[in-house]
C-alpha cells in the first residue's frame, strides 16, 4: 500500500479586518432599522398626500340656536376655523329619534403640519347666539386614516376647565368671526 500524505496549507487571515467589516454592517442594519421604525408609526409628516384631518361632526345645529363656528387645534399650535350658518340649505337634516336640528360635517386639514401617534388635537363649537362653547378632545392614532370629533349641541355645557385653554385662541378669532358675519349678512341683503 502506498501511504500519501496530504499536506493541507492554511493561511491565517487577520481578524482585524473581519471585526471592522462586521462593525460597519451591524452599525448599517442599526441605522435602517431606526428609520423603518419611523415609517411604520404612521406619523403624519403633511408634505404631498400626508396631510393631517379631523373630521368634526356636529350635531343638534338649527336656527334657534343660532350660527355655530367650529374650531380644530392641533399640539396647542395650529388652528383651523369655520363658520357654520344655521339656517343653510346644505345642512343635513338629523332623522334621529330624539335629536333635532341638522348635522354640520367640517373636515379640517392641516398640510405642512407634523404630527406624530399620540399627539392631542381638539375641537370646540361655539354657538354665536349664546356663546356656548362644547369641546372634544383625541389622540392621533398611528393609522393612516383621518381623525373624528363628534359634538351634540344638545347635551350638557363644556365645563370652564375643559374650554380654558381655548379661551385665547377665541378671543385671537373674534375679529375674524365678526368679518365673517358680517360679510354673511351683506351677501343676504
Known amino acids: ?3 500519501r500524505s496530504i499536506s493541507w496549507s492554511v493561511e491565517w487571515v487577520s481578524a482585524k479586518p473581519l471585526l471592522i467589516l462586521g462593525v460597519l454592517i451591524f452599525s448599517a442594519m442599526a ?3 431606526q428609520n423603518a421604525v419611523i415609517n411604520f408609526a404612521y406619523a ?6 400626508d396631510v393631517f384631518k379631523v373630521i368634526m361632526s356636529v350635531f343638534g345645529v338649527e336656527e334657534s340656536k343660532g350660527d355655530v363656528v367650529a374650531l ?3 399640539n396647542s399650535q395650529e388652528s383651523r376655523v369655520k363658520f ?3 339656517s343653510a340649505p346644505e345642512l343635513i337634516p338629523m332623522n334621529a329619534s330624539g335629536g333635532s336640528g341638522h348635522i354640520v360635517e367640517y373636515v379640517a386639514t392641516f398640510p405642512n403640519v407634523t404630527v406624530n401617534s399620540g399627539d ?9 347666539k349664546d356663546m356656548n362653547l362644547k369641546c372634544g378632545t ?3 392614532s398611528p393609522a393612516n386614516r383621518p381623525e373624528f370629533i363628534d359634538i351634540n349641541l344638545d347635551e ?9 385653554g381655548l379661551d385665547e385662541t377665541i378671543r385671537g378669532m373674534e375679529d375674524e368671526i365678526q368679518v365673517t358675519t358680517a360679510a354673511a349678512s351683506v351677501e343676504s341683503d
Request: hydrophobic content about 35%; overall charge negative; charged content about 15%.
Open 72 to 74: 380644530v387645534t392641533v
Open 156 to 164: 350638557a355645557s363644556t365645563s370652564e376647565s375643559e374650554s380654558q
Open 1 to 3: 500500500m502506498v501511504s
Open 138 to 140: 383625541g389622540y392621533n
Open 44 to 49: 403624519e409628516t403633511g408634505a404631498g398626500g
Open 120 to 128: 392631542e388635537y381638539k375641537g370646540c363649537v361655539l354657538t354665536v
Open 31 to 33: 441605522v435602517i432599522s
Open 84 to 86: 357654520f350658518d344655521a
